[in-house]
RNA sequence: UGGGGAAUAGUGUAAUGGUAGCACGACUGACUCUGGAUCAGUUAGUCAAGGUUCGAAUCCUUGUUCCCCAGCCA
């Protein structure tokens, strides 16, 4: 229900769940969870299904856990679990007291294996992988039985305990269920419950040397932790069978597996291994990298919690594939950032402009809006002087149409500063433009005309004696390509990385900006909004820009140049 | 050629037998001390063909296209 009490469109996940409530089909819980396995930084991908899970639980009042899926040593961190902790808490959510860690649960499913066995249910399996694979048969041709296929309950329990305590060396056996060599899903011929793996594992150490594959292991967890609805992404639809059937075999209780399709972005890739990739090759600088779709990455570039979940609620849930038109993102972005961000001023491209009959060593203090969007943001002071930059790109010997900004004998705004005309252009030898000359009209101050009359254009401006020196790093999309997969052949998405994707400008900042702290998030007027980066410090500030504003004259420049 | 899913403007998503709507994008224009923001408008869609019905995106039939599955990964 919305605020003024009309029915809102549920999608159709939180309908299943609306539907489940009323019919009080889980004695009125809503229990759901994100189980993350900790092998790789969290992703924009993983905040839709964070913002899905806690978002149902929060909405039904219900509650989410937040449970690591931790049954493969081999590839889990505990600094992915760290990292995996502080992302969705930075994007809002509350897990309680519910952290939880499937690792936890081993001894569990360990007896439920054993009740599977003694059932007939499951059997000790000297097959190799190899071996495994042949006997599964094919996408069209059944699997066949395996000779370990009908071992008496008693040997399968034997072997199964001398798998737990090490007896059997790595890959020699499994525990498999007994299901249909035959069936038409090839998740329920006999699927793998256990492997043999002597691995340290990052929360259990040596005391395990079998570990639980996926689809054994995750049902176990839900049901342990009564989860009534789990929502998994699309590719686990073929998995569902084999969910329900262990779970019923067990008599255990039993939540309802539901799953959504994934997230697809365009203008850069999703997957974990791409991802790595992308780290371990050096493309970019880590898993926080701005230019990263992480959660950490975009965290650093500037994005806000509320701007990502605002994106997750937009873009829906739904059972088939789609990419979301990254235009998308970077309007909630700016959405957010345009009502919270305080407003500064900053030259990424400095071009020295002289007031001539601005008196020399004379300076002042003009008053500033920090938010016009936010009266309560109150106003700055920032000084003004003789010397001043404007941006480059702010200034054209020969304007072309619709080009409204600075040119010989034109008169512009200097923002909360004066109206101010440019009177000589200087060069350098090599016919470089590297100062203006202008004059103001001193009875403009504050950037008002008491006569009335207007300029066309309103530049930013820092003081050049005043302004601080910073790092900025300028961002582009990571790939070139809508869809960095498209490549060409023997080619794979690194072919697509932008060669441009960061370029670094020593900006002229105000002086307000020397005591930025790490990720406070800034508009720096005409240019865009930008974040002082993590490791931004008084003195050697840093900046990362977070997404330019919308820009009209360079879309008319582009549209110049197409003609 | 097995099984499991899914198709609505350029993109994302509503409409569950009763006017195909919303958002993003693109394009106009208004306004503006940010060529920002804001406001107004334009653009453009039911995968196809049959059928049921007074009426179909929705139900039925046939077809087409796309996604997932042959890890001792999750």
């Known amino acids: ?105 081993f001894e569990q499913m360990y007896e439920y294996a054993v009740q ?30 395996g000779p370990d296929r009908n071992r008496s309950v008693e040997e399968n329990l034997d072997l199964f305990e001398k798998m737990r305590k090490g007896e059997f060396p790595d890959g020699s056996r499994t525990l498999r269920a007994k299901i249909d060599m035959a069936h038409p899903n090839l998740n329920m011929r006999d699927p793998v419950m256990y492997r043999i793996v002597h691995a340290e594992h990052h929360r259990t150490g040596d005391k395990w040397c079998i570990y639980p594959m996926y689809d054994w292991a995750h049902g176990l967890e839900d049901s342990v932790e009564k989860i009534t609805h789990s929502i998994c ?34 203008y850069t890739v999703m997957s974990k291994r791409k991802l790595l990739r992308l780290v371990q090759e050096g493309y970019v600088e880590g898993w926080d990298d701005p230019r990263m779709p992480t959660v950490s990455g975009m965290r650093r570039r500037g994005y806000s919690p509320e701007a990502i979940r605002e994106f997750c609620r937009r873009i829906g849930v739904n059972k088939f594939n789609s990419t979301v038109d990254m235009a998308l993102l970077e309007h909630c972005l700016r959405e957010d950032l345009n009502k919270t961000s305080r407003r500064v001023m900053a030259v990424l491209r400095p071009l020295k402009v002289v ?78 433009i590297v100062e203006l ?33 910073a790092e900025v790093r300028l961002y582009e999309s990571l790939f070139t390509k809508e869809n ?8 794979d998405f690194t072919a697509n990385i932008n060669p441009d994707s960061l370029e670094t400008v020593t900006a ?35 900046f990362n820009r977070t997404v330019t504003l919308r820009d009209a004259w360079a879309k008319i420049q582009k549209g110049q140049k197409n003609t």
């Open 355 to 432: 007031i001539d009959n601005y008196p020399e060593g004379q300076s002042e203090e003009l008053e500033a809006v920090n938010n016009p969007e936010d009266p309560q943001a109150g106003t700055r002071k920032v000084p003004f002087s003789r010397e001043l930059y404007i941006e480059q790109e702010d200034f054209m010997e020969e304007p072309p149409k619709k080009f409204f900004r600075l040119a010989p004998g034109r008169e512009v705004r200097l923002r909360y500063a004066y109206f101010v005309t440019c009177t000589d252009v200087v060069k350098d030898e090599a016919g470089n």
């Open 508 to 542: 002229h900042l105000e002086p307000s900006l020397a005591g930025a702290e790490p990720l406070d998030r800034f508009q720096f007027e005409r240019l865009g909004y930008f974040c002082a980066d993590a490791g931004s410090r008084a003195g050697k500030p840093v």
């Open 233 to 266: 992404t699309l590719e686990f639809e073929n998995h569902r069978p084999l969910y329900d059937w262990f779970l019923d075999e067990l008599g255990a209780y039993h939540p309802q597996q539901i799953e959504f399709a994934r997230l697809n972005l365009t």
């Open 116 to 145: 599977l066995i003694k059932a007939g249910k499951a059997y000790v399996c000297d097959l190799t992988a190899e071996q495994i694979r042949e006997y599964r048969g094919t996408l069209t041709e059944p699997g066949r039985d």
């Open 437 to 469: 000359h202008c004059t103001y009209d001193p009875a403009t101050r504050g950037g008002d005309a008491p006569d009335g009359r207007k300029v066309k254009a309103t530049l930013h401006w820092v003081s050049a004696a005043d302004a601080v020196e």
């Open 1 to 105: 229900m919305q605020e003024d009490g009309s029915q809102v469109n549920l999608d159709f996940v939180r309908a299943i769940v609306a539907a489940d409530s009323k019919s009080n089909k889980w004695d009125g819980r809503v229990v759901t969870r994100f189980p993350p396995e900790p092998n790789g930084y969290l992703h924009i991908g993983h905040a839709k299904s964070i913002c899905l899970n806690f978002g149902i639980a929060a909405e039904f009042g219900g509650v989410c856990h937040l449970r690591f899926d931790d049954t493969n040593p081999e590839k889990e961190e505990q600094e992915y679990v760290n990292s995996i902790i502080e992302d969705v808490r930075w994007l809002g959510w509350d897990w309680g007291e519910h952290l939880y860690y499937g690792s936890d649960y």
């Open 484 to 491: 960095p997969d498209e490549a060409g052949e023997g080619e």
